[in-house]
C-alpha cells in the first residue's frame, strides 16, 4: 500500500499563492502516476492535474494557467503551486496515486491522502 500525506493548506486572500505538498511513503517503487484533486461538499472531486513517472504533466484546461504540479527527484513528494487564487479555490485538496496516468478522474486512482483545505 501507499500512503499519502498532504500539507499546506490554510485561509489565504484572493490573489495570493500556496503551495501544497503531498508525502508518499510504502509502496513507493508500484507509483506511476501522482495526481492532485479538489473537492467542494456537495459536488464531485474534480480533477486538477497529474504527473506521470517520466515527470510529464497533464492539467485540467481551466487550471492550467494558474496551478502548477512539481515533484521531488526522489518522486515521493508531489507539489501544487497555485497562484492568483480565487474565491472558488476554497476546497478540499486531496493527493492520489495510481499505477499509472490514465484519465484524470478520480475512480482510477487507488491510493487516496486525507486532504488538506484550501480557503481563499
Known amino acids: 500500500d501507499v500512503q499519502l500525506v498532504e500539507s499546506g493548506g490554510e485561509s489565504v486572500q484572493a490573489g495570493g499563492s500556496l503551495r501544497l505538498s503531498c508525502v508518499a511513503s510504502g509502496a513507493t517503487q508500484d507509483i506511476g502516476c501522482m495526481g492532485w484533486f479538489r473537492q467542494v461538499p456537495g459536488l464531485e472531486r474534480e480533477g486538477i492535474g497529474s504527473?506521470?513517472?517520466?515527470?510529464?504533466?497533464t492539467y485540467a484546461g481551466s487550471l492550467k494557467a494558474r496551478f502548477t504540479i512539481s515533484r521531488d527527484n526522489a518522486k515521493t513528494t508531489l507539489y501544487l503551486q497555485m497562484n492568483n487564487l480565487k474565491p472558488e479555490d476554497t476546497a478540499m485538496y486531496y493527493c492520489?496515486?495510481?499505477?499509472?496516468?490514465?484519465?484524470?478522474?478520480?475512480?482510477?486512482?487507488?491510493?487516496w491522502g486525507q486532504g488538506t483545505q484550501v480557503t481563499v
Open positions: 492520489a496515486a495510481s499505477t499509472g496516468c490514465t484519465v484524470l478522474r478520480a475512480d482510477t486512482y487507488r491510493d
Open positions: 504527473i506521470d513517472s517520466d515527470g510529464i504533466t
